[in-house]
């Protein structure tokens, strides 16, 4: 009864920090689309000045300032796939993780099962032997 409570408690624990870091990178991920959001929302600004009829000074400015933006954006999509990957790796191993559980519950049933089976082959031999 304790180690069932016990194992219960673990799962629980476990159940909980994989809640813990799927939130963690949930919200990793928002605030990138987030801040890719404001950048293309300022690139688009800089590319309607650049459309008006401007000096050219003012157009190198802002063509400078849109070559800053790509690549901040660039940063950030490579920032997320980044998230992503190290969120599909860490998956990866919970479910290895899981699948080892799983079958040391299934190895533990298995010995569990060929003990009461022992045990009863014990029992029914004394049986015999005192009768």
């Given at each position: 009864?304790f180690?069932?409570?016990?194992?219960?408690?673990?799962?629980?624990?476990?159940?909980?920090?994989?809640?813990?870091?799927?939130?963690?990178?949930?919200?990793?991920?928002?605030?990138?689309?987030?801040?890719?959001?404001?950048?293309?929302?300022?690139?688009?600004?800089?590319?309607?000045?650049?459309e008006?009829?401007v000096?050219?000074?003012?157009?190198?400015?802002?063509?400078?300032?849109?070559?800053?933006?790509?690549?901040?954006?660039?940063?950030?999509v490579?920032?997320?796939?980044?998230?992503?990957?190290?969120?599909?790796?860490?998956?990866?191993?919970?479910?290895?993780?899981?699948?080892?559980?799983?079958?040391?519950?299934?190895?533990?049933?298995?010995?569990?099962?060929?003990?009461?089976?022992?045990?009863?082959?014990?029992?029914?031999?004394?049986?015999?032997l005192?009768?």
């Open positions: 009864m180690q069932k409570k016990v194992e219960s408690d673990a799962r629980s624990a476990q159940s909980r920090r994989l809640g813990d870091l799927i939130e963690q990178y949930v919200q990793k991920v928002y605030d990138r689309n987030k801040r890719m959001v404001d950048v293309i929302r300022v690139k688009e600004e800089i590319e309607r000045k650049i008006q009829n000096n050219e000074k003012e157009v190198q400015a802002m063509r400078d300032e849109l070559h800053t933006l790509i690549g901040d954006y660039e940063a950030l490579n920032d997320k796939i980044a998230v992503f990957q190290d969120m599909i790796a860490n998956l990866r191993e919970i479910s290895k993780n899981n699948d080892a559980v799983v079958k040391n519950e299934e190895e533990i049933a298995r010995l569990r099962n060929n003990v009461e089976i022992v045990a009863r082959d014990i029992a029914q031999k004394k049986r015999m005192s009768d």
